[in-house]
């Protein structure tokens, strides 16, 4: 794992957005795998502007979403469906129906995840995966645990990371219980990973990180087995 250290959010954005850029400029029609939250806001601000500036074509790209709560409508303001489209989408050239987010809007959400992973795999896999992480080590909704899930799944979530995002909701209750989430191992294939380490909270695990330790209590150390991960700290 290479660990580049910025002195500000911004510079966190700028890198993160630059390598975004490299990969498509070699490989155009890559498989992009994204992330919603706080970390990478600063990242898609800055690829809306690359885009619109001529310096970044998504035209042959696609991309699949880490995770999304469930049960919850895609056009709920609080959905992660919403948030790519408000934060990212909406504002560059992606082709209609090339960026996919899981639903958690459907009946059966088994089936959604056994769909979405063989949508990815059918794809060739993902190129190029960004990741954010949670204070506690969490990846997507990968939450620390006695064992990981391999596959694509249903979670319950944790109370921390049900506090964590109480922001973006009107209270604790209101935010959903339950995620779909891409598992260890659609992330761990992926053949890069640029990892997000946004902010005081994540200092302890950004020490863990460093320490080189690997355990399902933090399952973001899993990334230290990965050959390829750019991780970008800024806290
Ligand atoms: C989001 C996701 C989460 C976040 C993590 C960090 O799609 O999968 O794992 O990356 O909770 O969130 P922020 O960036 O808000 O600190």
């Not at 990478?40 to 790209?61: C, H, N, R, T």
């Not at 399902?216 to 390829?228: E, G, M, R, T, V």
């Amino acid at each position: 794992m290479k660990f580049i250290i910025c002195e500000s959010y911004e510079e966190l954005s700028d890198l993160g957005a630059k390598i975004i850029a490299e990969q498509l400029q070699k490989k155009p029609d890559s498989v992009l795998g994204l992330a919603t939250g706080s970390s990478p806001v600063g990242m898609y601000q800055q690829l809306i502007k690359m885009y619109q500036e001529g310096k970044i074509d998504f035209s042959k790209a696609c991309s699949f979403n880490l995770d999304e709560y469930y049960p919850i409508a895609n056009e709920d303001p609080n959905s992660y469906n919403y948030f790519m489209n408000d934060n990212l989408f909406n504002h560059v050239n992606f082709t209609e129906g090339s960026t996919r987010v899981p639903n958690g809007s459907v009946a059966d959400p088994d089936l959604e995840c056994k769909s979405y992973e063989q949508a990815v795999l059918d794809k060739g896999g993902i190129d190029l995966q960004v990741l954010g992480i949670g204070p506690n080590g969490h990846i997507g909704f990968n939450e620390p645990d006695d064992q990981l899930f391999v596959h694509t799944h249903v979670t319950g979530l944790e109370p921390a990371t049900i506090e964590a995002n109480a922001r973006f909701f009107e209270s604790a209750e209101s935010v959903p219980t339950k995620a779909i989430t891409m598992g260890m191992g659609l992330i761990m294939q992926a053949k890069k990973i640029l990892l997000l380490i946004s902010g005081k909270s994540k200092k302890d695990v950004f020490e863990q990180l460093k320490n080189g330790m690997v355990t399902p209590q933090n399952p973001a150390s899993f990334l230290l087995l990965h050959p390829d991960v750019t991780t970008i700290v800024c806290l």
